[in-house]
């Protein structure tokens, strides 16, 4: 059972920067693809950024292009997204996720099965 702890969240000025944190457990396929997620108060979930943990590929939603990147230690097994630039608009509680690698990490949210619990994120103006 895939256990994942996120930490990392907190209050900054738009502007600034934090580094969440994903603490992996309990793998037990060879690959997955690893996201963060994140809703906003009255909005759907969203997925922000995407990593293949075979080749290291990744992937990103428009709005944070060039201002975050996710990432992976596979020694420590945790999953990192830096988020440079924040925004007003970054304001949401964050998730890190993951589902066995099934040929592609562009899958649907939905099949993402294994979820941790959240860190907000608050960027005040």
């Known amino acids: 059972q895939v256990q994942l702890v996120e930490s990392g969240g907190g209050s900054v000025q738009a502007g600034g920067s934090l580094r969440l944190s994903c603490a992996v457990s309990g793998y037990t396929y060879s690959t997955y693809c690893m996201g963060w997620f994140r809703q906003a108060p009255g909005k759907e979930r969203e997925g922000v950024a995407r990593?293949?943990?075979?080749?290291?590929?990744?992937y990103y939603a428009d709005s944070v292009k060039g201002r975050f990147t996710i990432s992976q230690d596979n020694a420590k097994n945790t999953l990192y997204l830096q988020m440079n630039s924040l925004k007003p608009e970054d304001t949401a509680m964050y998730y890190c996720?993951?589902?066995?690698?099934?040929?592609?990490?562009?899958?649907?949210?939905?099949?993402?099965?294994?979820w941790g619990q959240g860190t907000q994120v608050t960027v005040s103006s």
């Open positions: 990593i293949y943990t075979g080749a290291g590929s990744t």
């Open positions: 996720a993951a589902v066995p690698y099934g040929g592609s990490c562009k899958t649907p949210q939905a099949d993402f099965g294994y």
